[in-house]
């Protein structure tokens, strides 16, 4: 079993295109998806969870940081972690 973790800045079309890579490409493994919000792009919130109901959605509520997100990514992960 496997967590993904992705950090998201106003980049709601690169995480789409990321998720669809991920469910297209990985279908031997169990994973989770976890995305941690570095702004506060509720645009970008509903348009991954129309497509990704199952994804875990964190906002940090102000940017952090990369390493700062992961963390909290991390906190959430209840798996194995590959952090992007």
Request: aromatic share 10%; hydrophobic share 50%; proline share 1%.
């Amino acid at each position: 079993m496997l967590s993904i973790i992705i950090i998201n800045f106003n980049s709601a079309k690169l995480v789409l295109d990321c998720l669809h890579s991920i469910r297209s490409q990985t279908s031997i493994i169990d994973y989770e998806l976890i995305i941690v919000d570095n702004s506060k792009d509720d645009n970008g919130k509903i348009q991954v969870l129309t497509a990704f109901p199952e994804v875990k959605w964190l906002t940090m509520g102000y940017n952090g940081g990369f390493a700062r997100a992961n963390n909290m990514g991390i906190k959430a992960a209840g798996f194995m972690l590959l952090c992007f």
